[in-house]
């Protein structure tokens, strides 16, 4: 079955850091672009970051550039998202997703989710 | 900027009706090196992830039904389902694919009247 599994979130004060990770199963995980994408509460979805299968390309959206470092380890099956100097409105449940192919980067596989929680 | 401006921001449809969603974009998705348009669909249930409805703005993605579809080109999208069910009340989105920035609509919550 394709899984991914984020795990990582929890509360944290403003100005911390936070490290998510995913997890990948039941495919070639260093064959697929992923990307990050948040919700914040009771609000839309924001895309946050994107990566190629060889980490040769990533983008940011520009409300995280500069803080945020999305990495991935293929021999793991993972991909990360390092969150620095975070703020209130960074509260958001983070998603995982897969984009189709190199072309075609619609999010076809989205895991579940990890809550973040920016507050003193 | 780029920016996905989805209409309306909520919908109340009979059931068997249809429900039809706008999405435009403030600059054209239609790339000729390979005549295709990078504009994506996906539905939120509550509780849920979204799960992807339409890419290539009118392509239906594995196992979706075709109830749902997706029209449009350059800067001016609409997905349209063309007999509402009670399962299909959701938030839908849009979304641009297009590097370096893949930016979603609003959403469009769509509800039974």
């Known amino acids: 079955e394709v899984q991914l599994v984020e795990s990582g979130g929890g509360l944290v004060q403003p100005g911390g850091s936070l490290r998510l990770s995913c997890a990948a199963s039941?495919?070639?995980?260093?064959?697929?672009?992923m990307n990050w994408v948040r919700q914040a509460p009771g609000k839309g979805l924001e895309w946050v970051s994107y990566?190629?299968?060889?980490?040769?390309?990533?983008y940011y959206a520009d409300s995280v550039k500069g803080r945020f470092t999305i990495s991935r380890d293929n021999a793991k099956n993972s991909l990360y998202l390092q969150m620095n100097n975070l703020r209130a409105e960074d509260t958001a449940l983070y998603y995982c997703?897969?984009?189709?192919?190199?072309?075609?980067?619609?999010?076809?596989?989205w895991g579940q989710g990890t809550m973040v929680t920016v507050s003193s | 900027d780029i920016v996905m401006t989805q209409s309306p921001d909520s919908l109340a449809v009979s059931l068997g009706e249809r429900a039809t969603i706008n999405c435009k974009s403030s600059q054209s998705l239609l790339y000729s090196s390979n005549n295709k348009n990078y504009l994506a669909w996906y539905q939120q249930k509550p509780g849920q992830p979204p799960k992807l409805l339409i890419y290539?703005?009118?392509t239906r993605a594995s196992g979706v039904p075709d109830r749902f579809s997706g029209s449009g080109s350059g800067t001016d999208f609409t997905l349209t389902i063309s007999s509402l069910q009670a399962e299909d009340v959701a938030v839908y989105y849009c979304?641009?694919?297009?590097?370096?920035?893949?930016?979603f609509g609003q959403g469009t919550k769509l509800e039974i009247k």
């Open positions: 990566i190629t299968g060889s980490s040769s390309t990533i």
């Open positions: 997703a897969r984009s189709i192919d190199g072309t075609n980067r619609a999010l076809d596989i």
């Open positions: 979304q641009r694919y297009y590097s370096p920035l893949y930016t």
């Open positions: 039941g495919f070639t995980f260093s064959g697929y672009s």
């Open positions: 290539w703005a009118s």
